[in-house]
């Protein structure tokens, strides 16, 4: 069964700072998918940055970007000019590459304080 | 992004009672849903696997007859916690995704079960 572990429950960064959430997981699979999630407080699920494991460029949104290490099985989250507003848990998640719709498998996640 | 609409965001019932929670994908045909289960400061854990038109398929250690779910239409998943317990109260979170229209995982906002 995959896993994924963040090791870091919590994290603080300075406002325009920038901060890097670490992820590791486990698989024997080499098709999958892994993603960043952020829960703000109001809890909705919002989908922040997704990779495939066949590409090998890092994946990129605007002030969002990964270190994927396919061969450590690390996906780290690098968050630029932090904003208030990232505050919020941060969960990765592993998504099999095989057909069909598959489950997410969470990490425990990481708690993301913004200092003004 | 798709949009994945749940509802109730909050529900408060008494022991004994049952509670319907509905989860629509608005704008897409999902073909399989999620629900999950999330406790305070904790990542989600997924309950069980929602097909339309089939059983859904539950995890290991959930509740079958407990935790009811209904998937009975491409855009309609329904979780009823049947003869709900104060150990039931939860924020329980549903997903949806199609097969073969990307890989993203879409989430409703969430429902906040309290059993009194």
């Known amino acids: 069964a995959q896993t994924v572990t963040q090791s870091q429950p919590e994290m603080s960064v300075q406002e325009a700072e920038t901060v890097t959430l670490s992820c590791t997981y486990d698989?024997?699979?080499?098709?999958?998918?892994l993603f960043w999630y952020k829960q703000p407080p109001s809890r909705q699920m919002i989908l922040v940055i997704r990779?495939?494991?066949?590409?090998?460029q890092n994946a990129t949104e605007n002030r969002f970007s990964v270190n994927f290490q396919k061969a450590a099985k690390s996906f780290s989250l690098k968050i630029s000019d932090s904003q208030l507003g990232d505050a919020a848990m941060y969960f990765c998640?592993?998504?099999?590459?095989?057909?069909?719709?598959?489950?997410?498998?969470f990490g425990q996640g990481t708690r993301l304080t913004i200092n003004p | 992004g798709a949009v994945v609409s749940q509802h109730p965001s909050r529900v408060i019932c008494k022991s004994g009672t049952s509670v319907k929670i509905e989860c629509r994908s608005l704008?897409?045909?999902?073909?399989?849903m999620f629900w999950y289960r999330q406790f305070p400061k904790k990542s989600l854990m997924l309950m069980a696997t929602?097909?339309?038109?089939?059983?859904?398929?539950?995890e290991q250690g959930v509740e079958k007859d407990k935790f009811l779910i209904n998937h009975a239409s491409l855009t309609l998943s329904t979780l009823t916690v049947t003869s709900a317990h104060p150990e039931d109260s939860s924020f329980y979170i549903c997903?949806?995704?199609?097969?073969?229209?990307?890989?993203?995982?879409?989430f409703g906002q969430g429902t906040r079960l309290t059993v009194v």
């Open positions: 997903s949806a995704s199609q097969a073969g229209q990307g890989v993203s995982a879409f």
């Open positions: 698989t024997s699979e080499s098709d999958y998918y």
């Open positions: 990779q495939e494991a066949y590409k090998q």
């Open positions: 998640a592993y998504r099999s590459g095989r057909g069909g719709a598959q489950k997410l498998v």
């Open positions: 704008d897409f045909q999902a073909t399989t």
């Open positions: 929602s097909n339309e038109g089939s059983k859904a398929t539950y």
